[in-house]
């Protein structure tokens, strides 16, 4: 059984820094294409850092670039996401997820899919 728990949100203040964490159950990162997509009200769940499997790259959505860095720990099933300088509209649901099987680039999805519950991480003054 799949199971993503993340955890590290909360309230910051702009220019501020969280880290995220997802702790994985029932997936391999060799397997499995890892990644954190963001959603935030009236707004359809989009990502945010990508970490495909079987590699040591990751890519980043463009608002995030050279602010956020993500990372993977084969020996704790964990990734995460560190996030720095934080402005307003970084504000969402934050979610882990896990794809795996084939992809289907028709639907733009993988064969699995797993998600976590989210974590809210709100950036205010």
């Known amino acids: 059984q799949v199971q993503l728990v993340e955890s590290g949100g909360g309230l910051v203040q702009p220019g501020g820094s969280l880290r995220l964490s997802c702790v994985t159950s029932?997936?391999?990162?060799?397997?499995?294409?890892m990644a954190w997509y963001r959603q935030t009200p009236g707004k359809e769940r989009d990502w945010v850092a990508v970490?495909?499997?079987?590699?040591?790259?990751?890519n980043y959505a463009n608002s995030v670039t050279g602010r956020f860095t993500s990372s993977k720990d084969a020996a704790t099933n964990t990734i995460y996401l560190e996030m720095n300088n934080l402005k307003v509209e970084d504000t969402g649901v934050y979610y882990c997820?896990?794809?795996?099987?084939?992809?289907?680039?028709?639907?733009?999805?993988?064969?699995?899919?797993?998600w976590g519950q989210g974590t809210q991480v709100t950036v205010s003054s």
């Open positions: 997820h896990a794809g795996g099987g084939a992809y289907h680039y028709t639907d733009k999805r993988f064969e699995y899919e797993y």
């Open positions: 029932g997936v391999t990162f060799s397997g499995y294409t």
């Open positions: 970490l495909p499997r079987n590699s040591n790259t990751v």
